[in-house]
């Protein structure tokens, strides 16, 4: 092995599901007959008729099409919650901690039981059918989980929509998918300040019309407008239903949820999942990739507005009956030190975060994390964002104390669950590596013109042959899914990455190589922040870019041309950035504008953001060839007054 490498820790190889061996020979086999495999690890749920074939998928680009155990009927909520109640009806499901330390409480399955099927009453009585779309934009409270299960149990599909975007955003969300019904609460919590979600959904519903219903949580009971015949309290709702819903049968292919995720180009996409191929991979990837053994403590800290939420506190964890912990606030309130206060608390044995979250806190002093005790802990993962390696070897040396194996998880929405990942004991560790793929994937690595690279090497990464967890199509747009994935290398998935391929055969994530960023572990498509600045009067033209980021990964980095006659202000800049908020959301506010009298541009008028990114990153020496520039002089303004001057 070359590098600096970690191997299995002793205690942890003597209990693990899988050695190396075993891990090799499960691969294997995975790739070799994916029918066979899966066929066998498809019975991991439970299946109300079971299918009679697998896999049934083309990445033929005039042609692609994925379907998995396609004859199966199954229902979801019910391989979540029904068939743990025998065995561990009194077991935690869900453990709930507030934003305020002293604020938690523990669901176990048959409390969930009882509120899934409520709540699944509730939207049957009130309209919601098989197959309709219903908008959830929810704080994280139980309740979120419970809309989304409840969802699942009649067969609607949901539609979660981060509680951090705007109520443009929202709208944009709830007419694309033409959802009648959204799921919201009064107002989130999150690092001690109210998020006026209620508010922000009259907004939207306003802009898109045409939702029937909206279910309102009472969370904070603070102020707000309850339309006549339109708003329902859930509180209210819930007393009138009883707690039976049979769960509907729903086929393997059936849509189980949409996620919004951005891309290079246009509005985000509404990835779709369907029901059998995604529980079964996610939740065989929850088991494999965090040993999870029964009975064991699970977090993970993200929102259930992103995928990571959706596959990995809910989905995943419930159908294999581990106990989940859902956390609504921030890492770090009161203080840098709520995580291992928390997991102290609920003595959680397997913890899951963000690399931001890891580089904002090692920034806050050891001292947080070393006051408390952690010895619960076992296993640390890590997703969203290559993680530096600095920051893998605090969290290994300073919350792990070492005997904590990281597995560093390589996934995207689009592939419902963990594609390359170590699995706690059989993977020898190196810092920075996503190491090796899962069951079943089938990594390459190609150069631009699409040429397989073999052994050690760097390119873009694709995926050649599908996974039970892949999204099946764009909600409505088929074409785009095509055009999106498979276009750029015909007959493989491609996945916006670059990547390299060591000599060991591990793979080191560089980042996207599209037009998308990653700012603090959430996605963002620059063309969605361009589209939002240009829509400010005083704006002519954007170019967005990212720049490395300390604590965020990557930064937004703005060039914004103003209206002719308008000059450049501090002021302006605190407008636009406000303005942009509000179009999208906090998560897109620019970190560094940049008013330029013109942008570099081809003699065709294409902006060319190699440039841009350059000079963004502060790296301006080399820029390479500016001579095909329409006017190659705009570029020594835009170096003059670049914003970070690293
Ligand atoms: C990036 C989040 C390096 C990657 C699950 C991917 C990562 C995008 C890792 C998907 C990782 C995610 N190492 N990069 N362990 N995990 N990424 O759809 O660029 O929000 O394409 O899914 O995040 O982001 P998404």
Redesign the pocket.
Known sequence: MTGDVYPVPAEIAENALLNNEQYLEMYNKSVEDPDGFWGEHGKRIDWIKPYTTVKNTSYDYHNVSIKWFEDGTLNVAANCIDRHLAERGDQPAIIWEGDEPDQSKTITYKQLSDAVNRFANVLLTNGVKKGDRVTVYMPMIPEAAYAMLACARIGAVHSVVFGGFSPDSLAGRIEDCSSRFVITADEGVRGGRTVPLKENTDRAIEKCGNVDKVFVVKRTGGNINMTEGRDLWYHEEIEKVSADCPPAEMNAEDPLFILY??GSTGQPKG?MHTSGGYLVYASMTHQYVFDYHPGEVYWCTADVG???GH?YILYGPLANGATTLMFEGVPTYPTAGRFWEVCDKHNVNIFYTA?TAIRALMGAGDEHVTNTSRKSLRILG??????NPEAWMWYHNVVGEQRCPIV????????GG?L??PLPGATDLKPGS?TRPFFGIQPAIVDAEGNFQEGATEGNLVITDSWPGQMRTVYGDHERFVQTYFATYKGLYF???GCRRDEDGYYW????VDD?I?VS???MGTAEVESALVAHPDVSEAAVVGYPHDVKGQGIYAYVTLMEGLEPSEELKKKLVKHVRAEIGPIASPDLIQFAPSLPKTRSGKIMRRILRKIAEDSFENLGDTSTLADPTVVGDLIDNRQNRA
């Not at 890590?382 to 993680?387: A, D, F, N, Q």
């Not at 560093?408 to 592939?415: A, G, K």
């Not at 994530?509 to 996207?512: A, E």
């Open positions: 995720t951005s990835v992103w995928v990571t596959s690399p890590s997703v969203g964002e290559p993680i560093d998880t390589w996934w995207q929405t689009e592939t963990i390359i990942t996503a996945t916006g990455d994530i560089t980042g996207r998308v990653n572990g959430h996605r």
